[in-house]
Every structure is written in structure tokens, then in C-alpha cells.
């Protein structure tokens, strides 16, 4: 499915918001971010602000989700801060238990100064701490 029709897939117009900046953005940010999925993550955040906590996020790569992320709570007015964790140098080892088989080095053309400009050239620097390592 296109970007563009996925947008129309979703009724909330918050969500059809982010999913269109991704798509105006595509390039800046550097997303092959399926819409479809993004969407769901989405109402997911949505669907959970009246909870108490914050947004932990395992695997930052780029900061495609978390830009995304940071930008969706701004527009809902949420308060939610978002943990973003990455080693920032690619897998350190064959990941085995996925079921995408992601083997050791991929992810790797990426490091931490690139997603810190990232989170500063879309300004959502204020809503995101960076914890680099491996978990």
C-alpha cells in the first residue's frame, strides 16, 4: 500500500497529521517508515496518555520514530517523555531470535551525532533523552 493511501486508512485526524508530515519529511528525516504500521504505533501513544509513564524505546537507528513520536505528543499536548536507547553502531551481533534475522553490523550507518542533528534540526530535543548502550 502507498504512503499516501494509508493515510486515508486511519480516522483520527492527529494521527493522519504525523502520518503526513512523515510523508512531507521523508527525505529529511530519512524514513522508510511503513505508514501503515507508524499509524498503529500512533494510536497506540494516543490510545495510552491517560496512563502514567513514559515512552521507552528500544532500537532508535536513525530516530525516525522518535522524531515521529516526539512530534505526536506535542500535538496531542502530552506531557510523556520518550527514553530512546541505541548502541548507534549497528548490531553487535547475529540476531538470532528475531524472525527478520538482522545480522551483525546492520543498522550500522548511523551514530550518535547523526541522531542528535536529527532531534535538533526537527526540534524535539526537549522531550527526548538519548541512552546510548546495549540492552
Do not use: W
Not at 517523555?81 to 543498522?107: A, H, R, W
Not at 535538533?120 to 533523552?129: A, L
Request: glycine share 8%; charged share 30%; net charge negative.
Amino acid at each position: 500500500m502507498r504512503l499516501n493511501g494509508v493515510i486515508e486508512s486511519f480516522d483520527d485526524p492527529d494521527v493522519k497529521k504525523m502520518l503526513k508530515f512523515n510523508l512531507e519529511n521523508l527525505e529529511q528525516l530519512q524514513s522508510h517508515k511503513d505508514g501503515l504500521a507508524l499509524g498503529h504505533y500512533l494510536q497506540f501513544i494516543k490510545a495510552t496518555e491517560n496512563i502514567d509513564g513514559d515512552i521507552l524505546e528500544l532500537g532508535t537507528y536513525k530516530g525516525v520514530s522518535t522524531v515521529l513520536f516526539s512530534k505526536f505528543l506535542d500535538l496531542i499536548g502530552s506531557k510523556k517523555k520518550i527514553y530512546t536507547c541505541d548502541v548507534f553502531t549497528g548490531l553487535p551481533y547475529d540476531d538470532k531470535f528475531s524472525t527478520s534475522k538482522n545480522v551483525k553490523g546492520e543498522f550500522g550507518d548511523t551514530d550518535l551525532e547523526f541522531v542528535k542533528s536529527q532531534f535538533k534540526k526537527f526540534n524535539v530535543t526537549d522531550r527526548i533523552e538519548i541512552i546510548p548502550g546495549l540492552f
